[in-house]
């Protein structure tokens, strides 16, 4: 089974974007299971707030609408990680010795894994922080995104939905000094899921609740 390294989980800064893989034309419903993206990308025009999933694509628009598109962590064994038994925050990810799925803040060199990240770079400065909210999740297991300066060093929980004493996390401010950032995405089981998000500008404006479709798996 695969271990990740301290490379492939500390929070990511800055690395070589890779280009996304779609099974179809992103036009259409697309599966995306390579390369980064930013899956919470808030934009705001006037007083709209959208959240879609930024491509990094080479059309003139590279935001799609997470519905009918999902994203996919396969093969399994490229995103597998056995979670410590120490620090005791690493509860807040999954349980000590389970395996969970991980999709990295980083990747280097030719891994072409997904990365999802956010970005709120098309928010004016004056609208950010952006507050991200987890509204809800739908699935066989549990999410968290979190951050770490190097495995196994302890996490530090963005969002979660985890039931872990201390661990539930629902929103998290982003944007205020860097409009664009990425974390570990954890899923503590293999299947389907829903994830429910909605982005809060300063300012008041929403987007609603949107619904984003994940992939754990073939």
């Given at each position: ?43 705001l025009s006037g007083t709209t707030v959208t959240l879609d999933i930024k491509t990094y694509g080479t059309g003139a628009d590279d935001d799609v ?52 990240g956010w970005n709120a770079e098309d928010v004016a400065s004056g609208n950010r922080p952006v507050t991200l909210e987890l509204v809800s999740v ?62 809060t500008v300063t300012g008041g404006y929403t987007s609603g609740n949107v619904a984003y479709t994940f992939k754990i798996g073939p």
């Open positions: 089974m695969r271990r990740f390294t301290s490379r492939l989980l500390t929070t990511a800064a800055a690395a070589t974007a890779v280009v996304v893989g779609f099974t179809t034309a992103p036009a259409h419903a697309a599966t995306i299971s390579t390369g980064h993206i930013d899956a919470l990308d808030v934009d609408s997470p519905a009918g598109n999902t994203i996919q962590l396969t093969p399994l064994t490229d995103y597998d990680l056995v979670v410590p038994s120490s620090p005791s925050s690493w509860a807040c990810v999954g349980t000590a010795g389970s395996t969970v799925y991980v999709a990295p803040a980083s990747v280097s060199g030719s891994d072409t894994r997904v990365w999802p739908s699935g066989p297991g549990h999410v968290t995104l979190y951050t770490t300066s190097g495995f196994p060093a302890a996490p530090t929980v963005t969002l979660s939905n985890s039931t872990a004493s201390g661990c539930a996390k629902s929103t998290a401010a982003v944007g205020s000094g860097t409009p664009h950032g990425h974390a570990n995405w954890a899923f503590s089981a293999a299947g389907d899921y829903t994830l429910t998000f909605k982005a």
